[in-house]
Structure formats: structure tokens, C-alpha cells
């Protein structure tokens, strides 16, 4: 088997994290990973060859992707700019007549400490709390 494609090319790599990060500025993607804006940028310029498996999952986890888009790898890796909806979510959804598409897109981009809520009664109580807070 050919080399060059058994390995990670570090160019495409931060062409997808471009990608992945979006509008995001780099100081806030490096300031959430725990990384500098400097390895940031050295990744996303493809400088970076072996970026650890922790800043790849923190950066899949903190822009809503996976570490198999990042890669390049898998058919299911989720495309930058698409939100994924939880299973619990869209559960959430159906009992919500007036729910905009909008909201629950803003919704499933919540994450605390890189988790989001597990049930859909979690999801409502994460919805009506926010409703208040917006009166």
C-alpha cells in the first residue's frame, strides 16, 4: 500500500478545521481547547503534523463535528455547519408545537463542559429557562 495514503495529510486537516471552526475566532476556539491561538493557527496551516488525539477531540467536540471529520476518515463524519439533533431533542421537538427550526438548531450548538442534556424533559427544562430569560 502506498504511504501517502495511510497518512494524515496535515493540509487538508486544517482545511477542515477551518472549516469546522466556521466564524469562530481562533482565540475563542484555543481559549475553549486549552490550546494556544499559535498551535491553533499551526494546525489549521497544516504545520502541525501530529496534532494529540485530546485537542482533536476537544476541537470536534467545542464545533459540533467529530474527530472522524477532522480526519478525513469515515462516511458519517458530519459536515462543518450542519447541526447535529440529538435523539432527545427531536423527541423534545415533537411536543413543542411552536418551536422554530431557528431555536432548536441554537438549542442542540448548546454544550456545557462539552456535554448536552440527556432527555427530552432536560431539553424542556433547558427551553423554558431560556424563554424566561428572554421575556
Same mark, same amino acid.
Given at each position: 500500500?502506498? *504511504?501517502?495514503?495511510? #497518512?494524515?495529510?496535515? !493540509?487538508?486537516?486544517?482545511?477542515?478545521?477551518?472549516?469546522?471552526?466556521?466564524?469562530? +475566532?481562533?482565540?475563542?476556539?484555543?481559549?475553549?481547547?486549552? %490550546?494556544?491561538?499559535?498551535?491553533?493557527?499551526?494546525?489549521? *496551516?497544516?504545520?502541525?503534523? $501530529?496534532?494529540?488525539?485530546?485537542?482533536?477531540?476537544?476541537?470536534?467536540?467545542?464545533?459540533? &463535528?467529530? %474527530?472522524?471529520?477532522?480526519?478525513? #476518515?469515515?462516511? *458519517?463524519? +458530519?459536515?462543518?455547519?450542519?447541526?447535529?439533533? +440529538?435523539?432527545?431533542?427531536?423527541?423534545?421537538?415533537?411536543?413543542?408545537?411552536?418551536? #422554530?427550526?431557528?431555536?432548536?438548531?441554537?438549542?442542540?450548538?448548546?454544550?456545557?463542559?462539552?456535554? !448536552?442534556?440527556? &432527555?427530552?424533559?432536560?431539553?424542556?427544562?433547558?427551553?423554558?429557562?431560556? #424563554?424566561?430569560?428572554? $421575556?
Amino acid at each position: 500500500m502506498d *504511504n501517502s495514503q495511510t #497518512k494524515s495529510d496535515p !493540509q487538508a486537516l486544517g482545511e477542515r478545521l477551518k472549516a469546522a471552526r466556521g466564524e469562530m +475566532p481562533v482565540a475563542k476556539l484555543a481559549e475553549l481547547a486549552g %490550546v494556544s491561538k499559535a498551535y491553533i493557527h499551526q494546525i489549521e *496551516n497544516g504545520e502541525c503534523q $501530529r496534532p494529540s488525539a485530546q485537542v482533536l477531540f476537544s476541537i470536534a467536540t467545542i464545533t459540533g &463535528t467529530s %474527530v472522524a471529520y477532522l480526519l478525513g #476518515k469515515g462516511p *458519517n463524519a +458530519p459536515e462543518p455547519g450542519v447541526t447535529q439533533m +440529538p435523539e432527545s431533542l427531536i423527541e423534545f421537538s415533537k411536543t413543542q408545537s411552536d418551536i #422554530k427550526q431557528a431555536d432548536l438548531e441554537m438549542l442542540a450548538r448548546i454544550k456545557h463542559r462539552g456535554r !448536552q442534556p440527556k &432527555t427530552a424533559d432536560d431539553w424542556k427544562y433547558l427551553w423554558e429557562s431560556i #424563554k424566561r430569560m428572554v $421575556r
